[in-house]
């Protein structure tokens, strides 16, 4: 048995039943939504599908990061078992969560001196994230040790390519990553602009295509310049969606004709409620690992 915890944030984007399948424990973000405060857990506090088309429906939702004391409550009971802790954040770039993770575990250690604590910043988000758990996991079934996997995880990280295209501009705008302007001109001229998770663990535009045919064939040539072993690539391959599954299908099947050896192995998951506040509906993207990341 481990001598220590892996753990995550439901901003990982797969789903609570891989999460528990892989032991991986997460601690939720939370959103609010008209005045009501709900857990980013998974559609329990809210169903996916409610939550976008409240989204739809002109609902403005805000996200709030892990509180300090959160953190607490989530990483106590495994120190008081006598675990160490491997915990992996939210991008930096993206949000303060790695930041308040890092500054409660230096409370704790004051408290459990004994115990190792290590806070990663995956200077990733959504399924990218969840991707960065999935070989993590991996590595810890093959026995690594904490500080091995956590030295591990960061170089990794820089490994795990995330390519994704929106086709509503309204949340980039609402964001502050497109102006008002382009955004009413993007979307009279049907832009879907292609973005990634740039090494600052920031979202950065990159292209910008007529329509989500063209948006998608940009992603995939995005993989095959860069991922393992190239059109042979045969590892991990997610696919999140923000409530456009026929999207999230039409991508899979479109990588698994380019990709032969990836036929039957990639997995779709849902992007959860905090990250979708901030893309909307009619996101998709892939995940996988290859290069290191040149932006």
């Not at 976008?52 to 989530?74: C, H, M, N, P, W």
């Not at 990794?156 to 509503?168: C, G, I, K, N, P």
């Not at 990588?255 to 779709?268: D, H, M, N, Y």
Request: with cysteine; proline share 2%.
């Amino acid at each position: 048995m481990k001598d220590y915890v892996l753990s995550c944030e439901s901003t990982a984007d797969l789903s609570e039943k891989y999460l528990k399948e892989r032991g991986i424990p997460f601690v939720c973000f939370s959103f609010c939504i008209e005045g009501k405060d709900y857990k980013d857990d998974y559609g329990h506090s809210m169903g996916i599908k409610d939550f976008y088309d409240s989204l739809r429906e002109g609902k403005i939702s805000k996200t709030s990061q892990v509180a300090l004391g959160e953190y607490e409550a989530f990483w106590r009971p495994y120190l008081e078992r006598g675990l160490d802790i491997v915990h992996v954040t939210l991008s930096e770039g993206i949000s303060g969560s790695y930041n308040t993770a890092c500054l409660c575990a230096e409370n704790l250690r004051e408290e459990f001196p004994e115990r190792s604590i290590y806070v990663i910043n995956s200077e990733n988000a959504s399924s990218g994230y969840g991707l960065i758990m999935s070989l993590a996991a991996d590595r810890r079934d093959e026995g690594l040790s904490a500080k091995e996997l956590s030295d591990y995880i960061c170089e990794l990280r820089s490994h795990v390519q995330a390519w994704f295209y929106t086709s509503d501009l309204t949340y980039l705008c609402r964001g502050g990553r497109v102006s008002k302007t382009a955004c009413v001109f993007g979307t009279a001229l049907n832009i879907c602009p292609v973005m990634t998770v740039n090494r600052e663990g920031k979202l950065e535009p990159v292209i910008k295509c007529r329509g989500k045919r063209r948006a998608k064939e940009a992603c995939i040539n995005k993989m095959s310049e860069n991922c393992d072993d190239g059109e042979d690539y045969s590892g991990y391959f997610y696919i999140c969606h923000s409530d456009c599954m026929a999207d999230a299908e039409s991508m899979r099947d479109a990588v698994e004709k380019r990709f032969p050896k990836l036929k039957g192995k990639t997995r779709i998951f849902d992007i959860g409620t905090v990250i979708g506040s901030h893309t909307g509906p009619g996101t998709v993207g892939i995940f996988f690992k290859g290069k290191v990341k040149e932006r």
